[in-house]
């Protein structure tokens, strides 16, 4: 099988992330028989750190990858969604696969994916599994993809849990309450098994407590295990002093915001545990790990001069996460090119946004799924953001160049945010790499 025949079954096999209506069919018949013709390669994974979460779950994930890297240890990592190519979400020791491996993978599952019906993520997710189980990895770092209880990663058996932030996404299918949410993330929770929570609010909180508590899981809060002081904003990303049961020392890490200290304190707190019983786990090489971590359309630099960033707001929680970041590293106002998806709550998103946008420029992702621009503008509008729509994401770029230049003497920084469809596409015209 060639890359692009590969390519072309994936894309024959029904992709929710792309349907105009969310998924309310969620159960795991299908996947778990497709995992079983396999030879249930998720039973044979050691070591699974599982990542739920609304806001920073991707990011904890990559980090957990970088550390334990650093640590010499061989590793796996399963994320969605992709933002250039559909090998970012299975990568081995950091690294893509190649577009003959992963055609090598699709080709080993394609006959028994045809025997039931499983989506684009479930076949992503059992190509994950059964090459992890295959490689005989120290460590597989596994995102999940919506939810929790009902998501086919849920089908692993992780040795460690992880809750990142809780917030308002998905409400349609997670519920319309952070207690709602919170209860759908605590599905991934296992009997006798940590699970390793960041500071939550009260209310998605005190359902994780409850629900660890019906589970017999050993909830963590991050806090309890790390301590962080010392936060400073460098132009490259921030550096903090930590302190846990690993020692002491200052993790500089290569990611803007102070809302990665949170994520970093999350995968540190994971780490702790697991040093407990692996001594390869230690904090020079953890910190040697997250020095050289990276995380495509978070608050990636594409460009100085002129200053672009593009990133993959998409919820309320990353608007403000945005926010900060814009204040704390750039400290002016910007130029915002944003587009979302349908149903995501825009207005709650963009309105931390609102007093550091000197003018927006609105587009369409290229998704079914895109707010359609009247929408979107009309919310613009309500907000007091000035704004103009765009007919594409190349047309949307070259008005957000020339509206960052006429004014005056400073050009403003160029902020691209909203979806990590539209994240996606501008960074293939932003780098040229275009890759599939």
Excluded: W
Excluded at 117 to 144: I, K, N, W
Excluded at 373 to 397: D, H, N, Y
Aim: with cysteine; aromatic share 4%.
């Amino acid at each position: 099988m060639t890359y692009q025949s590969a390519l072309t079954f994936l894309d024959s096999l029904v992709n929710y992330e792309k349907l105009t209506k969310p998924r309310d069919d969620f159960k795991l018949d299908d996947i778990r028989q497709l995992l079983a013709r396999a030879g249930n390669p998720q039973e044979q994974l050691k070591n699974v750190i599982l990542v739920a979460g609304t806001k920073g779950k991707g990011s904890v994930c990559y980090m957990l990858d970088a550390a334990l890297r650093g640590c010499g240890l061989t590793t796996g990592l399963f994320v969605s969604p992709h933002v250039l190519s559909v090998r970012e979400r299975i990568q081995l020791d950091g690294r893509l696969l190649s577009p003959q491996v992963f055609a090598r993978q699709v080709e080993r599952l394609e006959p028994l994916a045809r025997k039931q019906p499983v989506s684009y993520f479930e076949m992503t997710a059992a190509m994950a599994f059964d090459l992890f189980a295959r490689r005989e990895l120290d460590y597989q770092v596994v995102e999940v993809g919506l939810g929790g209880r009902l998501d086919a990663t849920n089908l692993s058996a992780p040795q460690i849990s992880v809750i990142t932030r809780i917030g308002y996404d998905h409400v349609k299918v997670l519920g319309d309450t952070l207690r709602k949410i919170a209860r759908e993330k605590a599905g991934i929770m296992r009997s006798g098994k940590p699970v390793v929570v960041s500071a939550q609010a009260p209310e998605a909180g005190a359902e994780l407590v409850c629900r660890a508590r019906v589970a017999e899981a050993r909830l963590v809060p991050s806090g309890s295990r790390v301590r962080i002081r010392g936060v400073r904003t460098l132009p490259t990303g921030v550096s903090f002093e930590v302190a846990s049961q690993l020692g002491q020392g200052r993790i500089n890490l290569p990611l803007l915001g102070r809302h990665q200290v949170e994520n970093c304190r999350t995968a540190l707190a994971v780490l702790d545990l697991l040093a407990r019983s692996d001594k390869r786990i230690n904090l020079a090489a953890i910190t040697k790990g997250l020095a050289g971590v990276s995380i495509p359309a978070r608050c990636q630099i594409v460009s100085r001069r002129p200053f672009i960033m593009v990133d993959s707001c998409h919820n309320p929680e990353s608007g403000r996460a945005l926010a900060n970041v814009i204040r704390d590293h750039l400290g002016k106002k910007v130029v915002l090119v944003y587009g979302s998806l349908a149903g995501k709550l825009v207005e709650q998103t963009v309105r931390p946004l609102v007093p550091l946008a000197e003018r927006a420029i609105l587009v369409q992702p290229d998704s079914p799924r895109a707010m359609p621009l009247p929408e979107l503008r009309r919310i613009f509008t309500g907000l007091g953001v000035p704004c103009v729509t765009a007919a594409s994401i190349p047309a949307a770029l070259s008005l957000a160049r020339d509206s960052s230049l006429g004014t005056g003497h400073s050009s403003l920084p160029v902020i691209v945010a909203g979806s990590f469809y539209l994240a996606g596409e501008a960074l293939k015209l932003l780098t040229g790499r275009g890759r599939k």
